[in-house]
């Protein structure tokens, strides 16, 4: 009912910056915490910051606090995730998910619906 759309990943050096965008097809997008969450080649989904729905809020994973910052922008529907000082363990599929709720864990417990996703490749 809901789709989610990611861009901006790319193949980028350590210390550059990306800014990931991530879409909302449809109604109610301000209706949802926005997350982003990552994946690892062989390694399992792992939670990346999170936006409440008016974004006054927002939580980050220790890994990133200090160099990436979400935002949203609810009159178009998009969620970002800027990404600075980025290094070779960033490098991920970065996936957009809308949530319940967001919680310090920043677990996929509330996650309704998710993006396909979009490659971050930093090299060293």
């Known amino acids: 009912q809901v789709r989610l759309v990611e861009s901006g990943g790319g193949l980028v050096q350590a210390g550059d910056s990306l800014k990931l965008s991530c879409v909302a097809s449809?109604?109610?997008?301000?209706?949802?915490?926005m997350g982003w969450f990552r994946q690892a080649p062989g390694k399992g989904r792992e939670g990346v910051s999170c936006v409440s729905r008016s974004g006054g809020n927002t939580k980050y994973a220790d890994s990133v606090k200090g160099r990436f910052s979400i935002s949203r922008d609810n009159g178009k529907n998009t969620v970002y995730l800027q990404m600075n000082s980025l290094k070779p363990e960033d490098t991920a599929t970065y996936l957009c998910?809308?949530?319940?709720?967001?919680?310090?864990?920043?677990?996929?417990?509330?996650?309704?619906?998710w993006g396909k996703g979009t490659l971050v490749t930093v090299s060293s």
């Open positions: 998910a809308a949530s319940r709720f967001c919680v310090p864990e920043l677990d996929d417990s509330g996650v309704v619906f």
């Open positions: 449809g109604r109610d997008f301000s209706s949802y915490a």
